[in-house]
């Protein structure tokens, strides 16, 4: 992991958060940088975009060059990503969700000072294909949230956003005393991707302080728990019926009124239901088995 305790990353004023973000938005507005170009990363179009921009923060070029030996040594995906989405955050103090949302900042950050992390991390897009390209390039108009939760360097904020536990009121926070204790473990195991993104995608989740990271420690458990016999154990992509049902309940039940025992009990029934449609949906053993 690139963040540990002996090494803290200073934090930015909110204050000086404004400016920067202020900064990012009125530079990369031109029509060339939101379009964007391989150039741009490969080498050769650089140059032009941070000639006269503003000099970027003293923390995000240490983040980006941390990164970088992360990646020369080798380290997982899911250990380069949660590094960077952590110390992005703690760097990003005071950053509003509404400025967070606009997508030249990420463009910005993505293309230049992380651009080697993206083509590490991602194969870039063929020709005239559309596939690929939402790693790379926000749209100049986001229509929801599935942009952000997707492209590579915006989706780790975010992702650090929501399941970020500041008064450590959740079982994994309080054990550890860590309040990124439920990025962590949003970047642990082989669905990490899937399952993170498909809570960060649903408002309902993600709008509630600490509902996102309860959601996601419920999850992980009950896999880590499943029972040995077959037709109790929680397979392939349940969560996405977990997630389904929870999310028609936020309908009538104000899950930011509730205290995490009673989250739990309503996660518990959720559970239940989706067992149940396992056992209905699963073919019965035959007789010789």
């Known amino acids: 992991m690139m963040t540990n305790d002996t090494q803290t990353v200073p934090a930015l004023t909110t204050r000086t958060v404004r400016k920067l973000t202020d900064a990012f938005l009125s530079y990369a507005n031109s029509e060339e940088f939101l379009t964007g170009s391989r150039a ?6 650089a140059a032009s975009f941070t000639d006269g921009g503003p000099s970027i923060a003293e923390p995000i070029s240490e983040i980006a060059s941390r990164t970088r030996s992360a990646i020369a040594e080798g380290r997982s995906q899911n250990d380069v990503d949660a590094g960077i989405a952590i110390d992005l955050h703690r760097a990003l103090t005071g950053l509003h969700r509404s400025a967070a949302a606009d997508p030249r900042l990420w463009n910005r950050l993505g293309l230049l000072e992380f651009g080697e992390y993206m083509t590490s991390r991602w194969s870039w897009p063929k020709e005239g294909s559309k ?20 492209h590579s360097i915006s989706r780790l904020w975010w992702s650090a956003e929501i399941f970020h536990d500041p008064d450590l009121a959740l079982p994994q926070s309080q054990r550890t005393g860590d309040p990124y204790a439920y990025v962590h473990l949003a970047f642990t195991g082989s669905n990490a991707e899937r399952i993170r993104a498909d809570i960060a995608e649903r408002s309902t989740l993600s709008s509630v302080t600490g509902l996102a990271a309860h959601t996601l420690h419920r999850i992980q458990t009950s896999q880590l728990n499943s029972h040995e016999d077959d037709q109790e154990q929680l397979e392939g992509d349940w969560w996405r019926e977990f997630l ?6 936020t309908g009538y039940i104000k899950f930011d009124k509730l205290d995490a025992d009673e989250r739990d009990r309503h996660f518990t029934r959720i559970e239940a239901e989706c067992r149940d449609v396992e056992r209905l949906s699963s073919p019965p053993a035959s007789e010789g088995a």
């Open 40 to 45: 741009i990363i490969t080498g050769g179009g």
């Open 131 to 150: 596939n690929g390209r939402e790693r790379f390039l926000l749209p100049a108009e986001i229509g929801g949230a599935r942009a952000l939760t997707r």
């Open 244 to 249: 389904k049902r929870l999310v028609l309940v």
